[in-house]
C-alpha cells in the first residue's frame, strides 16, 4: 500500500554533498524496514544502506560506509540518505525501498520500491 516517492537528487562536484529523500504515503514507515540502493546504466541494482524500522542503521555496503549516512523520520514518513565526500564513481539513479519489520540487502526481498532520482557527480 505504501507509495515512495524520492528526491534530492541533482549534480554536484566531486567532495560534494547532497541529501536525498524518500516520502512516503498510503502507510507509515514505522515499522517498516527501509533501504536505499542505486543503479548505473548497464549496472546491476547495488545495495547502499538498510535501517530498521526502529530507526537503527543495520547495514552499509563498503564502498559508502564512511560516507553516507541513512536515517529516518518516523513524524514526516520520510527516509534520508546524507551523501557526503561524493566521487565520479557515485554517479547513478538512487532507489529507496520498504519491506516490513526486517532489513535486508538482497533487492527481491522489498516489495515497495520508489522511481529513483538521478545523482551526477562531476570530476
Known amino acids: ?3 515512495l516517492v524520492e528526491s534530492g537528487g541533482g549534480l554536484v562536484q566531486a567532495g560534494g554533498s547532497l541529501r536525498l529523500s524518500c516520502a512516503a504515503s498510503g502507510g507509515t ?7 536505499w540502493f542505486r ?3 548497464g549496472k546491476e541494482r547495488e545495495f547502499m544502506a538498510a535501517i530498521h524500522w526502529s530507526g537503527a542503521p543495520t547495514a552499509y555496503a563498503d564502498s559508502v560506509k564512511d560516507r553516507f549516512t541513512i536515517s ?4 514526516k514518513n520520510t527516509l534520508y540518505l546524507q551523501m557526503n565526500s ?3 564513481e557515485d554517479t547513478a539513479v538512487y532507489y ?4 516490513a519489520l526486517i532489513a535486508s540487502r538482497t533487492v527481491h526481498e ?3 520500491w520508489g522511481q529513483g532520482t538521478q545523482v551526477t557527480v562531476s570530476s
Do not use: F, H, S
Request: charged fraction near 20%; include cysteine; charge should be positive.
Open 1 to 3: 500500500q505504501v507509495q
Open 86 to 88: 561524493l566521487k565520479p
Open 96 to 99: 529507496c525501498a520498504a519491506r
Open 39 to 41: 543503479q548505473a546504466p
Open 110 to 112: 522489498y516489495g515497495y
Open 29 to 35: 514507515i514505522r515499522t517498516y524496514a527501509m533501504a
Open 72 to 75: 529516518k523520520d518516523n513524524a
